[in-house]
């Protein structure tokens, strides 16, 4: 067997049967071995999966990621291990371009490059992700992606020290030094933006609270400040038009998370359905 795939869905029955049809995509029978674990369903999310040849279910009643995840690495058996959102894809020659960069002596964890198609997202949408998609620790990190592949050892470390965390994939990307992780650039995922700013925000005070979480538990190793903003801006002025709109959707979802920080709620998961639309 190549490799495994933990797959954690909530009401992804939209989109789901295309999204593990693609990974699965020129993958000989059997090789790859994939866990979607259900959390917390209302839909015939299982049912949509179970149609998948080769892909293995499992059903929770608890609706909570961190859950489905520690249930899906129980019961996947192979490495290296892929960890992939239910609602971005990834096609099967891309897994084995990640797989195959883990042979790399001292490579740890790797991610594939990312694709954000914003032609149906709002103006604001398509700022915020113009100038997210060229900060150094987003282009250069394993997170936002929806996927991050790991070896055993890479497992383990993730494991032992952000189990249960909200922004799983920020753990891992921080976990790594540099020489550990690698961005797989032949190997691209396609990540769905919301269409409306409101969606925007939702989603980012999602990120803001797991961000939170992880800085509360040493997880997280700074952030990208507004002075490296602003000197961004000021090296690509096409940048720099879009950095308020940046800002100001950053400033509100940090402001709107602070409820859910206030209350240690890291479980709660402001779905954003603009994006499956």
């Known amino acids: 067997m190549i490799a495994s795939v933990v797959v954690p869905a909530h009401n ?28 917390g369903c209302t839909d015939d999310t299982a049912a949509v999966a179970r149609k998948v040849p080769g892909v293995r279910v499992l059903e929770i ?29 990834l096609t099967g020659t891309d897994l084995l371009r990640l797989v195959d960069a883990l042979d790399e002596d001292g490579v740890l964890a790797v991610a594939p490059g990312r694709s954000i198609p914003t032609e149906h997202s709002s103006w604001p949408v398509r700022a915020y992700y113009r100038v997210w998609q060229s900060l150094p620790a987003v282009r250069s990190g394993l997170f936002g992606r929806g996927a991050f592949c790991l070896t055993a050892e890479g497992q383990a470390r993730v494991a032992g020290a952000g189990a249960g965390l909200m922004n799983d994939d920020l753990v891992a990307s921080e976990l790594f030094t540099p020489a550990e992780r690698r961005v797989v650039t032949d190997a691209v995922v396609v990540v ?9 925000v939702r989603r980012r005070i999602r990120v803001a609270t797991g ?11 700074g952030s990208t400040s507004f002075s490296q903003l602003l000197l961004l801006g000021l090296r690509q002025p096409t940048i720099g038009l879009r950095v308020p709109v940046f800002l100001t959707v950053t400033l509100v979802a940090r402001m709107l998370s602070r409820r859910a920080v206030r209350s240690g709620d890291y479980s709660t998961w402001l779905r954003d359905d603009s994006s499956r639309a």
Do not use: M, W, Y
């Not at 992804?12 to 959390?39: M, R």
């Not at 291990?81 to 971005?88: E, G, I, M, S």
């Not at 769905?192 to 925007?200: E, F, H, I, S, Y």
């Open 192 to 200: 769905r933006p919301p269409r409306t700013t409101k969606d925007l």
């Open 211 to 221: 961000n939170t979480q992880a800085d509360d538990h040493g997880a997280r190793h």
């Open 61 to 89: 009643a608890e609706a909570s990621k961190a859950r489905a995840v520690e249930v899906g690495n129980a019961a996947a058996a192979t490495f290296p291990r892929l960890h992939l959102d239910a609602d971005v894809r």
């Open 12 to 39: 992804e029955a939209k989109g789901l049967s295309a999204n593990l049809t693609a990974l699965l995509d020129g993958i000989p029978d059997g090789a790859v071995e994939v866990v979607v674990v259900c959390n």
